[in-house]
């Protein structure tokens, strides 16, 4: 660059006057104006030079390095420092499972009529975690939520606190009451609606309910109350049978529950977050060889008459004497299975097969089955019956006093003389031990001392020890059905046994499933046993139907217009459960029809009637009557054609 300075510019000024400065200074009129100043020119502009950008990169560069640390400090906070605490709360935003309950197959009867069913409810849950400070920022949440629920639930406040407020604070889960209609589910989801739409306007409200939720179930029905209640059961509050068939066939009946996993926030789903279902498997239907008609005609019956006789309870069975299909099983007094909070537990369960009494005149079937089939006598056998017989240690007499009887076999079994049954059975063998060791085995082939082959819960099998354990006397009772133990459902089948020509078909009461597909299951074939034979149960039948018909017979009131009757009374010393000791009296009549050609068995028992007569045929023979008439009219059985027997009931000496 040369140090030579640049010329500089001269600036032209105005241009001086001639004139003198008096006339410069004071222009007068005639003057020529001075001339104007010329306008100053602007200044060149300035120029500006760039700094460094180095500076600046330095400081940027610096800026994100302080971001970075401090994502590297967070992080290491959350997924180490704070690791458990942030885990706490990722808690309330995870996947949980959930059971969908499978829907429970119908029970009906042998014509599809529902008997059980199930019906829409709802479990109502609660996340106890959302009753908490925390959550609510009140130290009340779950004491305000319980005075909410209760009387919807019909549960105590207290209860519902404590499920509330559970000793694990962790607990995320709690049943608050069991399969609710939806009626109940409805007065909760609006009650829990208005509070949360308060608390968004109004901020002193809190929704002490956004924890409660519900679970889809089903809850158990029966269309008939009481009807059939013995035979059904019923089903808990964990949803499983808790008597009867329903406990019986509960596996069968429940079907499989299934599964749904989702992620949930504040124990509401979230959609987006995705899950997965394990549908239920409905369980299978359930059909029973009851028929609803005939089960009504049975339970309408035996309760007037426990009622009338001021009895402790009584029981009716019918049954399909070829088939052993059980057509009704009745109790008095019974139960509602809709409201097991108004029964009484003594009713609960099926009397008619957990019973063991000791059955009387009617066990005389067996005894007279013996003695005919080991030939030992003839219905036509002459038998001198004393007003008392001594043997062992006791002295046996019949229900009343009489005078030396001379009866036939078969005169023994319709006037029911137990001194005659003794004095029969005593032919069975060459001793006494040997003719026990035989009766025992007959016993036993009708079914006593076993379980009839129903499998039904809580089922006696009844009481029958072996011969060489019979006592002196039980040695002479047990032929007249003293000493010995059964349910009502076996001594039906032992006439069920006679009717069929002698041979057992082991009862049954369910005719086979229907599964989720529609396709019908039958039940396994009964077991069948020949007894006696067709020869032997044809003869009885004739003297059972003497029992009825003759006029010196014991179960004249069981007779029924049109129709040959088969039947055998009984009146039986009773053991009371509460003492163990003889208390009153077991009235009872078995009997089945048409005697000629038998279609159907029914049995009645009844315990300690306590007002009017206690003999089995005058109380328990219009029960057989009754619904013996309903039965063969409901299976269109045509009256009998031919006349009976008549079989001689005495002989003159």
Known sequence: MSDRQPPRRRVPGPARSSRPASDRRRPGPGARPARRPAA????????????????????????????LIAFVVRLLQVQAVDASTYAAKAERNRYVGQVLAAERGEITDRAGVALATSEDAYDITADPTMFGYEQLKIEDGPEQAAALLAPILGQEQADLVRKLRPKDPRARYAKLAGRQTPQVWKQIRDLKSALATKSETDSTTVNVLAGVFSVPSSKRVYPNGELAAGILGWVNAEGNGGGGVEQQLNSTLAGKDGKIRYAQSGGRQVPTAGSTETPAVPGSDVELTIDRDIQWAAQNAITEQVEKSKADR??????????GEILAMANSPGFDPNDLAKADSEALGNAAVQDAYEPGSTAKVMSMAAVLQENAATPLTHVTVPNRLHRGDRLFQDDI???????????????SSNIGTILATGQLG??????????????????????????FPGETKGILAPPDKWST????????????SINALQAASVYSTIAN?????????VRGTKGPDGRFTPAPAPQKTRVVSQKTAKTLAQMLESVVDDREGTGTKARIPGYRVAGKTGTANRVDPATGKYRGYTSSFAGFAPADNPRVTVY????????????GGQICGPVFKQVMEFALKTLQVPPTGAKPASLPVSFAP
């Open 604 to 615: 009645c028992a009844i315990q300690n009637a306590t007002k009017g007569s206690y003999f």
């Open 501 to 509: 020509g002698g041979v057992r078909v082991e009862p049954t009461l």
């Open 430 to 455: 060459k001793t006494q031990a040997e003719a026990n060791r035989v009766l025992y085995s007959y016993l036993r082939k009708f079914g006593i001392g076993s379980p009839t082959g129903l499998g």
């Open 314 to 323: 009584g029981y009716v069975v019918v049954q399909d004497t070829r088939t």
């Open 473 to 484: 006397s039980q040695q002479y009772t047990i032929p007249f059905g003293q000493g010995v």
């Open 40 to 67: 100053p020119r602007p200044a060149a502009p300035r120029v500006i030079r760039l700094g460094s950008p180095r500076p600046r990169l330095r400081m940027v560069g610096f800026a994100l390095a302080l971001v």
């Open 401 to 415: 006093d009489h005078p030396t009887w001379y009866l036939t076999l078969n005169g023994v079994l319709a006037k």
